[in-house]
């Protein structure tokens, strides 16, 4: 025996339709924006990180009469990098780091997330140094 339960409430296909479509939109309205935004992190982060080195080179350089000289070899060992400058750098996300010091006269040193590069050298701190060496950073000026 099938018994009457009244009134069934609930939403139509059409309903159901309408809300995912609003759904996508948004989603393709937010999630660049997102992508975007992680960029900027990631290139303030490598920012801070390489005026970090910058500035413990000077110290290092008044202690020693040099930058630290690496002989010309990259050192792209971020343990060594942080125990040489004594400074405690976290590569987060996945950033790579690497200073190369030819003479001790001068300084490169890098970070690397995804498809770019920050670099910083021995010149003053403004608004080229550190710069976006490779790809097309947002928060970042490009090398010149």
């Known amino acids: 025996m099938i018994e009457d339960r009244g009134e069934i409430k609930g939403f139509t296909l059409m309903e159901l339709m309408v809300v995912v479509i609003i ?3 948004i989603a393709a309205f ?3 924006n997102y992508s975007k935004s992680v960029q ?3 290139e303030r982060d490598m920012l801070t990180q390489l005026t970090s080195i910058h500035a413990s080179n000077l110290l290092y350089r008044s202690y020693d009469g040099k930058y630290w000289d690496t002989g010309g070899t990259l050192q792209n060992d971020l ?4 125990s040489t400058l004594s ?3 976290i590569a987060n996300g ?3 780091y690497t ?4 003479d001790g006269s001068s300084y490169t040193a890098t970070a690397s997330w995804d498809a770019y590069t920050l ?3 021995e010149a003053a701190i403004d608004a080229t140094n550190p710069c976006c060496d490779i790809g097309v950073c947002l928060a970042v000026a490009a090398c010149p």
């Open 23 to 25: 759904i996508g939109i």
């Open 30 to 32: 937010a999630i660049p």
């Open 40 to 42: 900027k992190a990631h």
């Open 79 to 82: 343990a060594v990098i942080n």
């Open 87 to 89: 400074i405690n750098i």
């Open 94 to 96: 996945g950033t790579t």
């Open 99 to 102: 200073y190369n010091s030819a």
């Open 119 to 121: 670099k910083v050298t």
